[in-house]
């Protein structure tokens, strides 16, 4: 069984879908697809083929789950001032509050702050991490929340890089960790998306530790709405 508790909400009334997918995490990289919106404070059904994952509703797929090989050529960190200009200017923009109820990248009290901006004139966009108390399990910060924070990192380039907001969602992702995060310990988060295709667009995620260590990496498909144009 799989269950979302709702303070773990990402768009408005459904779980946010990294966080939904590292709790499927067993140690190994893995692809997760978003095949459904996945619902809160819900008890959804877990089987297991071989290695492969579904999780479903009422017989109604909701994720897919497989392993992949381990991801190459990570994104590079930047410094963490950079870091931290690059979520002054997003918050300055606006775009938390566009999901403001998001747990990782919202405006809410207890979210993460997930609001990674551009780095200079560089495609890369960033933010610096600090994950709180409540997200540790045994002294370390549990996968599902760096799940969280590479899933809405990516999220930023594919929406705003480019000079008319265009808003998607995720089809897959992919998140390879490397190492574990302690609460409080400094991080930085970094990001950046391929141009579009149609009303598809590929992103990478990675999030590294203030003094230079891989913490995990992350490859993602993401679909325009059909409502937009780009």
């Not at 697809?33 to 083929?49: E, G, H, K, N, Q």
């Not at 998607?168 to 950046?192: C, H, K, Y």
């Amino acid at each position: 069984m799989l269950h979302v508790p709702g303070r773990f909400e990402g768009a408005p009334g459904r779980a946010q879908g990294g966080y939904t997918g590292g709790l499927l995490h067993d140690g190994q990289p893995r692809r997760v697809w978003f095949r459904s919106a996945i619902p809160l404070d819900t008890d959804l059904d877990v089987a297991s083929d071989g290695d492969a994952t579904r999780v479903t509703l009422d017989g109604t797929l909701v994720i897919e789950s497989h392993p992949v090989e381990a991801l190459t050529d990570p994104l590079a960190p930047v410094s963490m001032d950079e870091a931290i200009a690059g979520r002054a200017w997003a918050e300055a923009a606006g775009f938390p509050d566009l999901i403001s109820v998001c747990y990782s990248c919202g405006t809410r009290e207890d979210a993460l702050r997930t609001h990674p901006g551009k780095v200079a004139d560089s495609g890369t966009w960033a933010a610096p991490m600090t994950f709180p108390d409540w997200t540790a399990t045994d002294g370390v910060v549990d996968p599902s929340h760096v799940w969280a924070v590479v899933d809405c990192a990516s999220g930023y380039p594919v929406a705003f890089g480019n000079p008319e907001p265009r808003f998607a969602f995720t089809g897959w992702l992919n998140v390879d960790m490397r190492s574990t995060i302690e609460p409080g310990q400094p991080a930085v988060v970094v990001a950046d998306a391929s141009p579009w295709d149609g009303r598809k667009r590929t992103a990478r995620s990675a999030l590294w530790t203030d003094d230079g260590e891989l913490v995990a990496l992350s490859e993602s498909l993401w679909i325009a709405r059909s409502s937009d144009r780009g």
